[in-house]
């Protein structure tokens, strides 16, 4: 039986930490195999996205956009104002349950293959550190080495890349907020009018380069709360990245189980843990081992797959069923979310108005038989029209004296006015009468709002 059979100290502290409680770097293995060039395509297009989504207009719209300045949210073309803030809770919390349908069924795979975290450290920032150090031998061999020139040279170009895309990382992730006519106007300017963003883009780069090039996989093992939460979200009918002990034990004898024990699926691990151990929480599903282990099993003559994507209960009794009755409980929730929230956007109303009457503010007699009353209105555009806009009231029917031109709304825009309404003094019922707007674009009746009017009392 090998060492490391016996070598429980996986439980007693994190893997990169040794027993005086230092940090150890972790230097994986560069990865090679079927797996990684699926997740290199998934990264790359991942990548294009979050890199193109903000730049990408249609008909002259954004794609995406999020307009704190301007209280909005533009996903995939479809703008959400303040207003709409229950549909989008109704989206984020579909989300949320979609993560946790799919966590229960396929693991961690989000981790490892469309977290960002992942996604920047594996397919950028790691990359470039293979092309400049090469792969871990030569990286522990450079790491241990005096400070030569050549040292030097290395690693002051791996850190000034790294500081570059950094910066380039946090101006694209900038460019969601503002779109790209607004960064570009932004960085045109002298920085000097734009101070206090230019010190918060610096310090999100010297975030971004300082989890990059120092923190890397401890966000996952020490910080993500996704990671933290396999042990409720996970069963054994979850499919994870797996080391099937059935097979493998008794692993490193010559007539024993497939597994050679050679530890090359530790060596790749980007979290430096040893999946022969178990599911751990530290594992990102990001399947190097499962490439690494494949290698060696082509060269010892064994079937592949002996680490792969199988469920606990696949492994012990060849069960392959993912459904049980708590994926098919929140599936159920799912959709019902998702219905709803799909409801609810098809339905929204393309202009929402917000009529109230100004506060301390009372009748005003403006002669023998008409009162009048002070009003706000707030009209939002939640198309890609500019609207003519009529306000008219409609039962009991009275004149209606809007501030200004007559009212137009750009697309996607906020219209913000007052107005009075003359009421003859034979329509009030009481000392408060209840007044009906429509309020109408191009002779269509496109909202309503009932409203007070005071009057005298009777
Ligand atoms: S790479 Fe495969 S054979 Fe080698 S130790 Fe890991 S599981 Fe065993
Ligand atoms: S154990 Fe395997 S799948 Fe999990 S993080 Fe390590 S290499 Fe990736």
Redesign the pocket.
Known sequence: MSKEKNDTSFRDRPINMDEQGKRKWIFAKKPKGKWYLRRSIVAYIWLLFFILAPIIKINGHPFMLIDIANRNFVIFGVIFWAQDTFILALLMLSFVFFIVLFTVTFGRIWCGWACPQTIFLEMIYRKIEYLIEGDSKAQMKLAAAPWTTSKIFKKGLKHLIFILISVALTNIFILWFTGLDRLIEIMTDPISEHLVGFIVMMIVSALFYWIYSYFREQICTMVCPYGRMQGVLLDSKSIIVA?DYKR?EP?GTKDGG?????????DVCPTGID??NGTQLECINCTA?ID??NI??KKVNRPPN??RFDSIEGIEKGHKSIWNTRNKAYSVVLLLLFGFFIYTLLTRPSLEATILRTPNTIYQVQDENTLSNLYNIKIVNKTYNDMDIEIKAISPEGKIQIAGAKPYIKQHSLYESVFILFLDKSKLTGEKTEVKFGIYSNGKLIETNTVTFVGPRK
């Open positions: 080391y493998g692993r497939d597994c050679t024990d050679c530890n090359r699926c530790v999946i022969k081992c690494e282990c060696v099993m002996l680490i």
